[in-house]
């Protein structure tokens, strides 16, 4: 079986449903359930003997310990962090705790399992740590895009936490030979995504006639990567890629935020139509965020090279499916609306005056 950490959040469910759909290798779920991680995303697999869920936190080792003993999973295939750049500017301690002390933990415990494993076991042993682009900092419009061996220039509480976490995944397969593979990818989008990231934000707030929250002039460029594509390279990766290396994965969609709001306004637009005219009536230009890196963009072409990954959406059809997803599934998103996202959407948005 596989290990996975944060498998209840959007990538991590994303990537469980898309392993079982494909294979009978079961999973082990290991996940806290903070305010991001949601059970209802996996409801499909109530009953499934292939999913063992258990609650529990990264930087438990007595916990880790046991389940690595219990199970004895290949793999590890690593998701579980705090995620959210706003939120890591409002409190950057849980970030530090999760990011880079539960990803230390998890590698030491991984280390004490690992190193008693036959040689053929040990070879084939992968530790699988997913990581983000925004390591590399913030480009210009006319930088190349980000390649492998770019320099680490993380700018926000998050970026800095995720690039520590790199480094000691680095450093634990320089030092002691762990077999890690690393992945930077850019911003994913599709079913299941917390509606305090962008995309969702912008269709949950236009669904219920709220202001739909721009940051600053709007033209902050981010690259966009459909989540199933995601977890289709993750799975490249884990079957393939070299341990000690490092794989950019990116979507090849480099897009302005405000051209993102206009494509989901026109989709809701003609999926259903606001009585009151476009939903775009609705776009607010609101304070920046501090530090806002202006651009990301991802060079994609050695998992090409070496994998042969490509991703099989567009922008166009990823973003069709995914504004599909949300009208279909009032019910998901009406759950994950609880006291406490009503509470972050206070604190994040009430001090930026429009
Ligand atoms: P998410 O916030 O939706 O989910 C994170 C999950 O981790 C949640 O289920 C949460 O309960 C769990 N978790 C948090 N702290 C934990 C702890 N201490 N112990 C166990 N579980 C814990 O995040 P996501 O968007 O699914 O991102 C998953 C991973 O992918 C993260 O490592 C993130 O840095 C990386 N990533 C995300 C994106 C993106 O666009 N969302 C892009 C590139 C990389
Ligand atoms: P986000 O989804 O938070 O991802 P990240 O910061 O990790 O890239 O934000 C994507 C972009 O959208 C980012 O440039 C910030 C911007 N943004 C807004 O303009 N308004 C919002 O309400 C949010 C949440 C994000």
């Known amino acids: 079986m596989i290990l996975v950490t944060g498998g209840a959040g959007f990538i991590g469910a994303n990537f469980v449903l898309d392993w079982l759909a494909g294979s009978d290798e079961p999973v082990l ?17 109530t009953g499934d003997a292939r999913h063992v869920f258990v609650k529990g936190d ?3 080792r007595a916990l880790l310990d046991r389940l690595f003993a219990e199970h004895r999973p290949r793999a590890v295939v690593h998701f579980a962090a705090e995620s959210h750049v706003d939120r890591s500017i409002h409190g950057p301690a849980a970030f530090i705790k999760t990011n880079v002390e539960g990803t230390f933990t998890l590698l030491e415990a991984t280390r004490s ?3 008693a494993l036959d040689a053929p076991a040990k070879a084939a042993f992968r530790f699988h740590h997913v990581s ?33 976490s790199d480094h000691l995944v680095r450093a634990w397969h320089h030092t002691y030979g762990l077999p890690v593979v690393t992945t930077n990818c850019s911003n994913n989008y599709g079913p299941y995504h917390f509606p305090e990231k962008l995309i969702p934000l912008m269709i949950v707030n236009a669904l219920a006639g709220k202001p739909l929250p721009v940051y600053g002039d709007g033209q902050q460029v981010r690259d966009w990567l459909y989540v199933k594509d995601h977890a289709s390279a993750i799975r490249a990766v884990l079957a393939g890629g070299r341990p000690g290396e490092v794989y950019n994965i990116g979507g090849w969609n480099e897009k302005p935020n405000i051209e993102i709001v206009h494509t989901v306004c026109a989709l809701l637009d003609e999926m259903r139509p606001d009585p009151a005219g476009s939903y775009s009536r609705l ?3 609101v304070t920046d965020r501090p530090g806002h890196d202006r ?4 060079d994609a072409r050695k998992v090409e090279r070496e994998l042969g990954w490509r991703p099989a959406e567009t922008f166009d059809t990823g973003i069709r499916k995914t504004v599909r997803w949300y009208l279909d599934n009032a019910g998901w998103v009406e759950h994950v609306q609880s006291g406490a996202y009503r ?5 994040n948005y009430s001090a930026r005056a429009a």
């Open 343 to 347: 509470e972050w959407v206070d604190t």
């Open 58 to 60: 990264i930087g438990d």
């Open 283 to 285: 776009i607010t230009y």
């Open 29 to 45: 779920n290991l996940d806290a359930l903070t305010y991001a991680g949601n059970l209802e995303s996996l409801a499909s697999l």
């Open 113 to 115: 399992f690992w190193s």
């Open 132 to 164: 983000t682009d925004e390591v590399y900092g913030s480009l210009s419009k006319t930088d190349a895009p980000f390649t492998e061996t770019d320099t680490y220039e993380p700018n926000s509480p998050y970026s800095a936490s995720k690039a520590a």
């Open 295 to 298: 651009r990301y963009a991802i």
